[in-house]
């Protein structure tokens, strides 16, 4: 009889957890996250790929597969699908369950990519931002991206140095495998010099001062004006500010009319959910990441590093910002903040 009666007590225990891990199924869903209210049959995508505390391999730690083996019956999906559209085919609100980041949670059940079926806690997602919330609308087409070969070229107009002289500089930025292999062969590159000072005499004709840029930069975000629409930025001279920042081994950059872009416009549902997924600092600041449509106007040398024949210094490049885009990804796909125009 005692072991009848210890039966029926487990087996009413199994019961008792089997329905509280039981869904209610809702129709609608507003996050308290990104207070957007999400339906069945809407389509969402994925953002970046986040990574597990316990591991150094990427993928996303709040996306899940069912797996029968596993005792909760779920497990983490470890494929990269940024950028997928899902749709939501149910939203799921669980109060207990054995699977922690389902316990008292909604969890969208996803149709995914090759029609796998994921699973979704929709607010952690949202929190680690593994979910494109606000797309970034600034595409800015056929302009440079200041990176080591433009500095290296605007470097050079400033230098007036030859293209026969800084051929080989220029192929280990253009073809940086073939550099590293003529770095200790210096006879075979000589069979190819005269081609790379053709392409780099090319090269000097599209990039010019004077031409605009696109710099990409951390910008750091300081305290939300709400009755102007904006915040306010937070001078670093290790990021976007006054100061003339390194931006490559011999370069540093220098945005003159700093002043004028010193705040970004920002709508105010961009500006809560902005705030409410990224954790300040200790002076109240939240890293972000610009992307800056700048004017190179000149290039001088920085006059804290003294000139030698050993050392050619540090140039500064000198720019006039027309346009400053932010978002919340270093991919500069997403989650866009706000922008501000000359």
């Known amino acids: 009889m005692r072991n009848i009666l210890l039966l029926i007590l487990l087996f009413s225990g199994s019961v008792r957890v089997i329905f509280a891990q039981e869904a209610e199924k809702l129709k609608k869903y507003q996050s308290t996250v990104s207070k957007a209210t999400y339906s069945k049959g809407d389509t969402i995508v994925v953002g970046d790929i986040a990574k597990n505390v316990f591991t150094t391999k990427k993928k996303y730690t709040a996306i899940f597969v069912k797996d029968k083996k596993n005792v909760c019956g779920f497990t983490e999906f470890d494929s ?3 950028g997928s559209k899902c749709i939501i085919k149910n939203i799921l609100s669980f109060q207990e369950h054995c699977t922690f980041e389902f316990k008292n949670s909604v969890v969208f059940e996803l149709q995914g990519p090759n029609n796998k079926t994921l699973y979704m806690p929709i607010d ?3 929190q680690a931002k593994e979910l494109i919330v606000f797309t970034n609308p600034v595409k800015w087409k056929r302009i440079d991206f200041l990176d080591d070969r433009t500095i290296f ?6 230098s007036k140095g030859t293209s026969a002289d800084n051929a080989f500089k220029y192929l280990k930025l253009a073809d940086p495998v073939k550099g590293k292999t003529y770095e200790f062969n210096q006879a075979e590159f000589e069979k190819e010099k005269a081609e790379w000072v053709k392409k780099l005499d090319l090269a000097r004709k599209d990039v010019r001062l004077k031409d605009t840029f696109i710099v990409r930069v951390p910008i750091y975000l300081n ?3 709400f009755e102007k629409g904006e915040f306010q930025v937070f001078d670093n001279p290790e990021a976007y500010g006054s100061k003339p920042l390194k931006y490559a081994s011999d370069s540093k950059v220098l945005f003159d009319n700093y002043k004028a872009f010193s705040t ?3 709508a105010k549902n961009h500006a809560d959910f902005f705030l409410n997924v990224n954790t300040a600092d200790y002076n109240g600041n939240r890293k972000t990441y610009g992307e800056i449509k700048a004017v190179c106007t000149s290039i001088t040398k920085d006059p804290t590093v003294m000139v030698t024949a050993d050392n050619p210094g540090i140039n500064i490049l000198h720019f006039t910002i027309l346009e400053i885009s932010v978002v919340d990804s270093e991919n500069q796909n997403y989650n866009f903040v706000g922008m501000k125009k000359k």
């Open 153 to 158: 070229l605007l470097n050079l107009e400033y």
């Open 264 to 266: 970004i416009k920002s």
């Open 124 to 126: 952690k997602a949202l």
């Open 80 to 82: 990269i699908i940024s």
């Open 223 to 225: 305290k939300y004006i």
